[in-house]
């Protein structure tokens, strides 16, 4: 197959390279590999390439300049909503996305996000700063009702984690279909009703024209008063104004955030300050040592699905966005 | 058996109530119980007593003043280096202590503090407050290795909880005797040793002659590059300015303390404004809202082996001093 790597020479951290290209396609048979950061770049092959690898920041601006020879678009990132709408994708030619690769790293940010909620840390540690001993009671986590929003790759790596902490754990995805690591699975048009039970409240889904603002200042509002939010979904699944007034306000006991409705999450802007929210540089699911490997170990396997005829693990639904 | 309660008043979120009392010894034989604040009250009823009760800081005043028919002085803590020398427990006295009350909030602190450290958090925070988007790679906890000194309650339950979340787990006791939530255990004897193999140091052991500066300058030094540190013992198991110069430093990754060399820790002292290093006040490990159940439920137990002649699963060691 002929292949393009398209890098974002802004995120120089992940840039996918040839030695992880080799890596990953040892076992392949051979394809025929260029690597590039411009769009001009890309148009010197764009008329031979078949697979286009990369992330979608790296991928938007060629999204009306594909060849004819295309087949496969791999973004080098789970959520494609930078793509959207998928209306550009020509027919026949399948996107895959690399669910999966973040998996350890975000049961594990959820695990701490819910650690640090229940011990109070944003509190102790504003304390800390002014070298105040604040004894703040906090409940231990264990026995907690967490409801965590997606139970794809990021959600059921969190509600994995939780549950290995004691946390019972309801899970929300479209029509409530049960999930291994969840006690129980609702579907989101029960969300009204499961916001006031919920001690935890996890953003782990998707972004798409149905998941856009799910979270908004009135479905904060039916969160029970002191209750925590985490989100590693997107930044515009939640109302950020309206949770930074809850936060402000005292009426949610707190909130860790590693996705924002921009980033990099301007200098100034008000999520920053707010008090008991803790801001992460949206990399906490990420491990830049692994990640290519995991990612493209991941592609290959779907072009391994492609050779065999077999339906692709990690196709995107243009319809559903994810 | 005739019974008094000392309360320490300056630590009013976990005095033991009449109702605690009630709740406790429902299914006991009767006893007949008082409740004291100061040395005034405990005299007035001192030649009848024979079960003390009370905190630490309650008892130490009480040590050259116990009477004819005391019998058994239980610790509402499970450290009780606060009373030692022990050389005042008049012969036939058994001193218990309450370790078991602590596990679960113990494991959920010890979590916390390792996901908090591998996902470089205390960094994260800091430029947070200076509104700075700043991406610090960071590799998972999982597969890292940790050494915890100690596995009694505290140790045991921080092991527990840090091999669920993949690390491998190597404890360090007196004599090197296995426990069931260590991969290993070695004798105290072997820390220099273990030490550079560390990722993660947890001081999880009671505070004796024996560990007293146990983590001196030299041990410190021992630790790899970047390796974090989590005390959950007593704060004098460690050379706190030697951990501060080498955070300061950069040579350790970070350190999260719940105990300190004085306590409540004075505003201004370094402690507060080191570097990656978060300091909580020494109630991670405790629950008030449970405490005292927890507590006195492990009184009745004891109570229980006593009547039937057994021995005492939480007497305290003179010798030993846990």
């Not at 690399?98 to 909620?117: C, D, W």
């Not at 509002?221 to 985490?230: I, M, N, Q, R, S």
Request: hydrophobic residues 45%; contains cysteine; neutral net charge.
């Amino acid at each position: 197959m002929r292949v393009h790597v398209q890098n974002d020479p802004d995120d120089p951290g992940f840039l996918i390279t040839p030695d992880h290209w080799r890596r990953a396609t040892a076992a392949e048979p051979p394809h025929a590999v260029s690597f590039g950061e411009t769009t001009e770049d890309f148009l010197r092959v764009r008329d031979e390439v078949e697979l286009l690898v990369g992330p979608p920041a790296a991928l938007r601006p060629l999204r009306a300049l594909l060849g004819p020879k295309l087949r496969m678009v791999f973004s080098n990132a789970a959520g494609v909503d930078g793509l959207a709408p998928l209306d550009w994708l020509p027919d026949g030619v399948v996107l895959v996305n690399n669910r999966g690769t973040h998996g350890v790293k975000a049961g594990e940010y959820v695990a701490m996000a819910a650690l640090v909620l229940a011990a109070r840390l944003p509190a102790l540690m504003e304390a800390q700063r002014e070298g105040r001993w604040l004894r703040l009671p906090a409940p231990p986590l264990a026995g907690r009702h967490a409801l965590v929003i997606g139970t794809g790759d990021l959600g059921g790596a969190g509600a994995r984690a939780l549950r290995v902490l004691g946390v019972r754990v309801t899970g929300v995805n479209t029509r409530g279909t049960p999930h291994p690591d969840c006690d129980a699975v609702r579907p989101v048009a029960a969300l009204d009703d499961l916001l006031p039970e919920a001690d935890l409240l996890v953003l782990a889904c998707p972004l798409t024209e149905a998941t856009r603002g799910l979270i908004d200042r009135r479905r904060l509002g039916l969160l029970p008063a002191g209750a925590g939010v985490v989100n590693i979904g997107r930044g515009a699944l939640l109302d950020d104004a309206a949770l930074c007034d809850a936060l402000d306000a005292g009426r949610l006991g707190g909130a860790v955030l590693d996705v924002f409705p921009v980033e990099p999450l301007p200098q100034g802007h008000r999520i920053w300050r707010t008090r008991n929210l803790v801001a992460t540089p949206h990399l906490s699911c990420d491990d830049p040592a692994s990640y290519n490997d995991r990612s493209l170990a991941i592609l290959t396997a779907n072009l391994r699905a492609w050779r065999a005829g077999e339906a692709l693990p990690n196709r995107v639904d243009p319809a559903r966005g994810y």
